[in-house]
């Protein structure tokens, strides 16, 4: 029970320094990689970077110390960062208070699921999603990773659409009006190095090298050239104007989603009260169709909000500096005589109001900036009933997600150990994580193949390893985060995308359509349903596994019913799928499936399609060893179908029937209507009697039966 608790006491048997020096060069090496990936994939899920710091704190430490697998290194991944960023964003603005809020809330959400499922030992529901549907999912999951980090790659600001492809034409023109060449540049180098130090020696750490240099080069040639300017000295009159009106449009934004929080809390109340009186409220009605109203108009507004957005975008500017300060002009209408620095300036434009006095204005490209020395405050989220059950549908998603993932990885390292693992107590180890993680301002976290994979290459023993790349991570929150300001955003872009190219996996759709090609199809409908409706994903995943079910319930319903005969090997095989001679007077059906309400009558169906076939047919045998349960549907179906079989004048036995069946025969007393003479233990036994039965006292031939392949199954002395 202690070990059940504390799994991680199980660690120190036999333990020496020298694991300890072993486990300690691999956690130091998985930090190395772990650091600035958290921070691009914090991004990734709509997050300011150093929350990615925040997700590398505890997780990894809890996750190993409470988890099954010593090598499984847990933290941020791509895939649930982009889950949560997308089930996010109609709640709130990515990046704002209420967005890192609701991040937070989430991650405590999927922890207490995880926890609950090992807890009551249910890590078998992950199976509800399928290796077709997590494959396609996957492969659409890293295409859309990948091209979301285009914007940063180019370095170019759009609006996100209500469709992620709708997003990428958005960018597409965007890039085609500009495009930030030395962004692209430390874009395009951060992917040679990473690549060209993984040929050389997997082992090297390429991601930490890319970013240090990239690093170092952008603060030594100044890439972020950025300042803060009073409206008065950019030299285009039409700009206030547009300025203005788009402050005006955020206020309104504002005013109107404050406007229907109120109501909804009011619709709340009245629903409430409604169940309580049990009687239809007018007042709710005209609520409801107040928000419906307010929704309508809220999204008028941020529509002509984006269109204002996008205009201030697109002004370029070039500046002239004198004296300290920096006068800009339209790049199109620069007076004659004018000199300028020669650079492009752009002005940044959020989602909230610009203020005239100090507008944020670049001339160079986008760095992580300024990162909160220090470790973050330990507090309880403020996770409420209401904001629990609004989450729960996302945090499920990403729970069986990230613990599949997680298990996935898991499995595959200790087939390469010889470890044992338990994917309840795994599940308890992702939940805590996620739990624990959320007072320290983590987001919604998993096991990461790649960084697992650096862990068991650098001789990870134990999970000792993920407590120390814990401490490295509080030691660079602690003092190292003023170096990472300079660290470009298109390096992260680049991390981002390097990290998600092993997602992708076309010959997964191939062995599918191998497998089955219903599953191949269900792969491709999830792939292209999860593509099409980005970034809400969870349709795919639901389209896959509503697909998934049916495809289950269609072959429950109709399971195979074989009509069998003897093969050259003297064994009873399908005659139809072998090709097989059969006998004229015997038909021996195999039933293989449980017989169930949803497929009792199917039995039925395919026996008299047998004795419409067979009009000489006297006799029928139920091979049961393919039917390993029968509810009280079943049972009186096979009832009815003894009962049928005999006023038809025909014999009718059964054999091989498994225990858990013949239970239910002798509870109901099936087994004594059908008759206890007429139950066999083996196929061979009962084909020996029925022909014996049949031909005595007939006209038939005593031995042969016209040829027929069944006879050999007669004894010699009958």
């Avoid at 999951?141 to 996100?160: C, E, L, P, R």
């Avoid at 549908?393 to 390292?413: H, Q, V």
């Avoid at 862990?455 to 190292?480: C, D, E, H, P, R």
């Avoid at 495809?551 to 093969?567: C, D, E």
Wanted: charged share 20%; with cysteine.
């Amino acid at each position: 029970m202690i070990f059940k608790i504390f799994p991680f006491l199980a660690w120190f048997d036999d333990y020496d320094t020298g694991k300890f020096k072993t486990d300690l060069l691999a956690g130091i090496t998985v930090a190395l990689v772990l650091i600035p990936q958290s921070m691009a994939y914090a991004q990734l899920a709509g997050l300011p970077a150093y929350y990615g710091l925040y997700a590398a704190f505890l997780p990894p430490m809890v996750a190993a110390l409470f988890g099954s697998s010593r090598q499984l290194a847990t933290g941020p991944v791509a895939v649930v960062s982009l889950m949560s960023a997308a089930s996010l964003e109609p709640l709130a603005t990515a990046g704002s208070t209420e967005f890192i809020a609701y991040s937070i809330i989430l991650a405590l959400t999927v922890g207490i699921f995880q926890f609950s499922l090992g807890v009551l030992r249910l890590g078998l529901v992950v199976n509800f999603l399928s290796h077709p549907v997590v494959n396609g999912f996957t492969n659409a999951a890293a295409i859309i990773i990948a091209s979301s980090q285009f914007s940063k790659f180019f370095g170019v600001y759009v609006d996100k659409a209500p469709h992620h492809y709708e997003t990428m034409v958005r960018v597409a023109k965007a890039t085609l009006d500009y495009t930030h060449f030395p962004t692209l540049l430390f874009g395009i180098s951060a992917i040679v190095i990473m690549v060209g130090l993984r040929k050389i020696n997997p082992r090297i750490p390429n991601v930490l090298i890319a970013v240090s240099l990239t690093t170092v080069l952008s603060y030594f040639i100044g890439f972020n050239n950025d300042t803060r300017i009073d409206l008065s000295a950019i030299r285009a009159p039409e700009l206030g104007q547009i300025i203005a009106e788009f402050n005006e449009s955020v206020l309104t934004i504002e005013n109107l989603g404050e406007k229907r929080a109120r109501v909804g809390l009011q619709v709340d109340d009245e629903i409430k009260a409604e169940k309580e009186k049990h009687t239809k409220s007018k007042k709710l009605v005209q609520l409801q169709s107040q928000v419906a109203v307010l929704t309508i108009e809220i999204g008028e507004a941020k529509h002509h909000g984006h269109q204002l957005r996008t205009d201030l975008r697109a002004m370029k500017f070039e500046a002239v500096k004198e004296n300290d300060k920096y006068t800009f002009y339209p790049k199109a209408h620069i007076p004659p005589g004018i000199e300028t620095d020669g650079k492009t300036w752009r002005l940044k434009v959020g989602n909230t109001v610009l203020d005239k006095s100090s507008l944020f204005i670049m001339g160079g490209g986008a760095v992580v900036g300024t990162i909160p020395k220090g470790l973050p405050q330990l507090t309880m989220p403020d996770l409420t009933v209401k904001s629990f059950f609004k989450l729960l549908p996302t945090a499920i998603i990403i729970s069986l997600l990230g613990f599949m993932e997680a298990i996935a990885i898991a499995k595959a390292m200790a087939a390469k150990t010889g470890q044992k693992l338990d994917p309840n107590q795994e599940l308890i180890g992702q939940g805590l994580a996620n739990m624990i993680g959320s007072i320290g301002s983590s987001y919604s976290v998993s096991g990461s193949f790649s960084r697992s994979a650096v862990n068991l290459q650098a001789g990870a023993i134990s999970g000792i390893s993920s407590v120390v790349t814990s401490l490295m991570v509080i030691i660079t929150l602690l003092f190292f985060t003023p170096l990472l300001y300079h660290l470009p955003q298109a390096v992260l872009a680049a991390v981002i995308m390097m990290a998600v190219i092993g997602l992708v996996n076309v010959r997964g759709f191939i062995h599918a359509w191998k497998a089955q090609w219903y599953d191949g199809a269900i792969s491709i409908l999830s792939f292209l349903v999860t593509l099409y409706y980005a970034p809400h994903l969870d349709k795919g995943i639901m389209v896959g596994v509503a697909l998934s079910m049916v495809i289950f319930l269609y072959k429950s319903m109709r399971p195979v019913v074989a009509s069998l005969s003897l093969n050259e090997e003297n064994v009873l095989k399908s005659s139809e799928h072998y090709r097989l001679k059969g006998c004229r007077h015997i038909s021996v059906v195999r039933f293989d499936g449980a017989l169930f309400f949803a497929n009792a009558s199917y039995l039925d169906e395919q026996v008299s399609r047998f004795r419409t076939e067979q009009p000489d047919l006297r006799y029928i045998l139920l091979d049961a060893r393919g039917i390993n349960d029968m509810d009280a549907s079943g049972e009186e179906a096979l009832e009815m179908l003894c009962r049928r079989i005999r006023s038809a004048k025909l014999g009718f036995a059964i054999c091989g029937i498994k225990g858990q069946v013949l239970g239910v025969m002798e509870r109901t007393g099936l087994i004594d209507e059908i008759g206890r003479e007429h139950i066999f233990a083996d196929s061979k036994t009962a084909v020996a009697e029925i022909i014996d039965r049949i031909h005595r006292g007939t006209d038939l031939p005593q031995a042969g039966c016209d040829g027929c392949p069944l006879t050999q199954y007669i004894p010699t002395d009958k």
